[in-house]
């Protein structure tokens, strides 16, 4: 399967949820929020760094309970920013 190359606003909303993520993380080692989470490390830190722009819902949505976000403000926060 051939995945469809991503846009620059898709890359830029996967950074912007990256930033996120890292600022509600804190002083959380990135493997007690993962672990609190249900997903590796390694999942985390791809979302973090923006290598993994396009995460699957349940995964931001694990993340986002772990860290005390709502996905009302995940969404909010994420949204392409006004040219």
């Known amino acids: 399967m051939v995945r469809t190359p991503l846009t620059p606003e898709e890359r830029d909303r996967g950074e ?4 996120l ?3 509600a993380r804190g002083d959380r080692s990135m493997a007690d929020v993962a672990a609190a ?3 590796s490390a390694e999942t985390l830190r ?3 760094t923006g290598r993994a722009p396009t995460p699957a819902f349940f995964t931001v949505a694990a993340l ?3 860290l005390g ?3 009302d403000e995940l969404v909010a926060r994420c949204a392409l920013a006004p040219a």
């Open 64 to 66: 986002a309970e772990a």
């Open 21 to 23: 993520l890292r600022e």
């Open 46 to 48: 791809k979302i973090e």
């Open 37 to 39: 989470a249900g997903v």
């Open 69 to 71: 976000l709502s996905m």
């Open 16 to 19: 912007r949820l990256g930033r």
